[in-house]
């Protein structure tokens, strides 16, 4: 094979690059856009009937810009030059995210059918540097679940496992990065959504520090919660796709004003020597399975033998946190999701019988289109910003959220980055906790403060749990604005636990991962 030979790549191998690898080849002209999205989109034709990642598919505009970065790359220049280093690399959005030119459903009934008319502020920034997109991820209902099988359009399943939840809300944009169906994905965290499906599914998720990416075009759960950020298969190239999607939004009003670190710099720093790393005394041990612990350990020594500092930090209003944020991420729901009322957009369902009235198709409506989850977060968020509950609940909820601020505070004041496991858990079985809505919230316990203070955190695989063989995540929490502390950590854990491994813990994957596409349409 020479250097310039173009089909010299097999598309197996082409669809396991990272998204740095593929952008370097084609920057050397190794491949083309349209032959790496064009593989994409066979291994999605191949494998997503079984996953079921993507509610929609957007073949013919993701080829139509890859064919334009081709063409310029083709005709050099000053054009070319100009390129963004991710241009011609493929991505795929969470359904939570609005688009021209393709539905946004937010995983509802209610929005089936839906076309945004306009593009969200991350979505204009990915067009802008060229990147194909490939469609759009499967999400529980509006972002509220932790296993993807709260959709309106079937659940997404793991690929280590086609038997067991990919983790949610964001279940599609980590099925789709762990199965091969992209290289890069955008999620969306309230309270975990992008870092638990990544913990499941073996792959890198990251919630940036509230405001440093723009919340424009996110369709709102939780507006003081919520945050996009990257879905990837490494650490650094999460750091090349968030420098891509963040900086400074006028249209979002808690847009922070300062312009991003060099995160991809930060990424590559390669050492954490002197660095202080806090566990969490009140995110691991009990309550977490016990292949979950052993993976964290592990990497606890692979740190301190890479020279940093291992404290351990307390945080005793943790505790309270899962609790506060059932409080406020439904009261803040509630009202965000009035705007879903049968006039504005999607769905209408008229009465049956008697007055036509606004009130009356509005609740036939609502009725119909939203489902169990979401009418138990909307009467939960209502009785609580109601009046006579609302100090009692809401109220108190936002001082326990000071509460889990100021225990930020303290444990930073001690360490400089914290780390725990992701989740309690590895993927559990689909259906084990979809009638046990507690069972359910646990699963963020490890995730939820750091959306509850507005701080930044990274899951990162750590291995895979001694009991099941699936993968266990690890989580890395930094002051707020501080994200280049979590690449840079995360760089180097990443590269000690891939020496160990020999490899990505995805090339590991039983499921699909080992499937060769030839296999998938040899079928
Ligand atoms: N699983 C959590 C919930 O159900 C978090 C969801 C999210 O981050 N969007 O609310």
């Given at each position: 094979m020479t250097e310039q030979n173009p089909t010299g790549i097999s598309a197996e191998t082409l669809i396991r690059l990272s998204a740095a690898q593929l952008a370097e080849k084609l920057a050397a002209g190794e491949v083309t856009a349209v032959q790496a999205t064009q593989a994409y989109l066979d291994r999605i034709a191949a494998v997503d009937g079984q996953v079921n990642a993507f509610l929609h598919v957007n073949a013919e505009e993701?080829?139509?810009?890859?064919?334009?970065?081709?063409?310029?790359?083709?005709?050099?220049?000053?054009?070319?030059?100009?390129?963004?280093?991710?241009?011609?690399?493929?991505?795929?959005?969470?359904?939570?995210?609005v688009t021209i030119g393709q539905p946004t459903?937010?995983?509802?009934?209610?929005?089936?059918?839906?076309?945004?008319?306009?593009?969200?502020?991350?979505?204009?920034?990915?067009?802008a540097a060229k990147m194909p997109?490939?469609?759009?991820?499967?999400?529980d209902e509006f972002a509220m679940g932790s296993s993807t099988e709260h959709s309106a359009y079937g659940p997404t399943r793991n690929p280590w496992d086609l038997d067991r939840i990919p983790g949610g809300s964001g279940g599609g944009s980590a099925a789709a990065v762990a199965a091969f169906e992209a290289p890069l994905a955008l999620g969306t965290d309230t309270g975990g959504s992008i870092r638990q499906p990544g913990a499941v599914t073996g792959t890198v998720g990251v919630k940036p520090t509230y405001g440093s990416v723009s919340r424009y075009g996110a369709i709102a759960m939780a507006s003081s919660l919520d945050q996009i950020g990257p879905v990837t298969r490494t650490v650094l190239d999460s750091a090349l796709l968030h420098q891509v999607i963040g900086g400074h939004d006028p249209r979002d009003s808690t847009s922070l004003p300062e312009p991003l670190a060099d995160l991809v710099a930060a990424a590559k720093t390669g050492n954490v020597e002197g660095l202080r790393i806090g566990i969490i005394k009140e995110l691991h041990g009990?309550?977490?399975?016990?292949?979950?612990?052993?993976?964290?350990?592990d990497a606890l020594e692979l740190l301190k033998e890479a020279g940093a500092e291992i404290v351990e930090v307390?945080?005793?209003?943790?505790?309270?946190?899962?609790?506060?944020?059932?409080?406020?991420?439904?009261?803040?729901?509630?009202?965000?999701?009035?705007?879903?009322?049968?006039?504005?957009?999607?769905?209408?369902?008229?009465?049956?019988?008697?007055?036509?009235?606004?009130?009356?198709?509005m609740g036939a409506t609502r009725a119909a289109g939203f489902g169990d989850e979401v009418k138990r977060r909307i009467i939960l968020g209502t009785y609580a910003l109601s009046?006579?509950?609302?100090?009692?609940?809401?109220?108190?909820?936002?001082?326990?959220?000071?509460?889990?601020?100021?225990?930020f505070e303290a444990a930073f004041a001690q360490a400089d980055v914290l780390i725990s496991p992701t989740a309690p858990t590895t993927a559990f079985p689909l259906g084990e906790k979809l009638d046990d809505p507690l069972a359910m919230y646990l699963n963020d316990v490890a995730t939820i403060p750091a959306n509850l203070a507005g701080v930044p955190g990274l899951s990162l695989p750590g291995g895979l749990a001694d009991e099941d063989g699936l993968p266990v995540g690890i989580q890395l929490l930094a002051p707020a604005r501080e994200d280049a502390r979590l690449y840079r950590v995360g760089a180097v854990l990443e590269s000690l636990l891939e020496a160990k491994w020999g490899g990505p813990l995805l090339a590991q994957a039983p499921a699909l991962g080992a499937v060769s596409l030839e296999t998938q349409e040899a079928k």
């Open positions: 993701a080829l139509a810009v890859a064919a334009e970065v081709d063409a310029i790359r083709a005709a050099g220049g000053a054009e070319a030059e100009a390129l963004h280093y991710l241009a011609g690399v493929p991505i795929a959005v969470k359904d939570l995210i459903t937010a995983g509802s009934k209610i929005l089936e059918g839906w076309h945004s008319p306009y593009d969200a502020t991350v979505v204009e920034r990915l067009r997109i490939l469609g759009k991820t499967n999400l009990e309550g977490y399975q016990a292949g979950v612990e052993n993976r964290f350990n307390s945080c005793p209003n943790f505790q309270y946190a899962l609790g506060a944020y059932y409080l406020i991420m439904p009261s803040e729901a509630s009202s965000n999701l009035a705007k879903f009322d049968g006039v504005r957009y999607g769905l209408r369902v008229l009465p049956e019988d008697g007055p036509m009235t606004i009130e009356r198709v009046a006579g509950y609302y100090d009692a609940y809401y109220g108190s909820a936002q001082k326990v959220r000071t509460l889990v601020q100021r225990d």
